[in-house]
């Protein structure tokens, strides 16, 4: 009898540490500002369209105001970052607010998931485009990667030129401005 009581802890102890080490353990990191921001191909697409019909409608002063929403925002990086092999955050959801972009997610590093939260500024560089800048990084109690400010940085300007590129030639930004859920860039096409 003691045998078998002693095999059958032993299997559940060995059962249950296989259980352990297949699963990820969430280790906490950054607080998760309050809401979901829904993802959705619809929110991308509505971004790219709503670029076109603007530099299609320029103001007779040459004049283009683009607006951006955080759904759009989210959902964006949500199917680029979704797209990579092993994607520097998963489940992203940007927030638009007090001229900063505040970008939440987790991420996994070998067994463990953290919160994770950027804090990022947008500007205007010397030709009219957009200036990228890493603020803050939390990545809890993970390391934050080395090229995080670099890998970021790369990856918000595409999503600028990815869906404001191939309607913009000749589009410089004059001001970047946000706030209460939009980013709103107005400038002019030369």
């Known amino acids: 009898m003691f045998k078998k009581n002693k095999f059958q802890i032993l299997f559940t102890l060995f059962a249950l540490l296989l ?9 906490g990191g950054p607080e998760y500002v309050e809401g979901t921001i829904p993802v959705s191909e619809q929110a991308v697409q ?26 759009q925002l989210t959902s964006y990086l949500h199917y680029k970052f979704a797209a990579q092999n092993n994607p520097l955050i998963t489940d992203p959801q940007v927030f638009l ?9 987790k991420a996994t590093q070998g067994y463990f998931i953290a919160n994770v939260k950027i804090v990022v500024s947008v500007g205007i560089n010397e030709e009219g485009q957009p200036r990228i800048s890493i603020e803050s990084t939390d990545f809890g109690p993970l390391p934050a990667p080395k090229e995080i400010n670099d890998t970021l940085s790369a990856l918000i300007e595409e999503a600028y030129t990815g869906a404001v590129g191939p309607v913009a030639t000749g589009f410089r930004i004059q001001q970047i401005g946000i706030r209460d859920g939009f980013m709103v860039m107005a400038g002019k096409v030369r």
Do not use: H, R
């Open 19 to 27: 259980s352990t080490l297949a699963c990820t353990m969430n280790i």
């Open 97 to 105: 607010q007090n001229n900063k972009m505040e970008i939440y997610g």
């Open 46 to 71: 509505s971004m790219q369209d709503n670029f076109k019909a603007a530099f299609l409608n320029v103001a007779s002063d040459g004049t283009v105001i683009l607006t951006i929403t955080e759904e």
